[in-house]
Nanobody
Framework: VQLQASGGGLVQAGGSLRLSCAAS????????VGWFRQAPGKEREFVAS????????YYADSVKGRFTISRDNAKNTMYLQMTILKPEDTAVYYC?????????????????WGQGTLVTVSS
């Protein structure tokens, strides 16, 4: 599986942005997927994940209630809708996929990674 993230950009605090991650390969619909982010000078951290069917989701406490992860298996695409953005959300966002049906925040459980897309939130 190859993953291509897009949708990053510059947004003011309080604004919204939607990231997309397009996947190649016919097996995408059987994989759990997730989003991670890495802020300047910090380690990469988990943001959100969603099961292969879309029926289960999991969020980091820092984004719960503000971000929504979703997927469209017919389009081989996953999304991260981000609202009420804060300057501390500034980071490079990465999408990742796992051959497991559901994964959470452990990076080691993800098998495939996309390149990042930069999100910058100005105050």
């Amino acid at each position: 599986v190859q993953l291509q993230a897009s949708g990053g950009g510059l947004v003011q605090a309080g604004g919204s942005l939607r990231l997309s991650c397009a996947a190649s390969g016919r097996t995408f619909s059987s994989y759990a997927v997730g989003w991670f982010r890495q802020a300047p000078g910090k380690e990469r951290e988990f943001v959100a994940s969603i099961s292969w069917s879309g029926g289960n989701t999991y969020y980091a406490d820092s984004v719960k209630g503000r971000f929504t992860i979703s997927r469209d298996n017919a389009k081989n695409t996953m999304y991260l809708q981000m609202t009420i953005l804060k300057p501390e959300d500034t980071a490079v966002y990465y999408c990742a996929a796992s051959t497991a049906k559901m994964v959470r925040d452990d990076e080691i459980t993800y098998d495939y990674w996309g390149q990042g897309t930069l999100v910058t939130v100005s105050s």
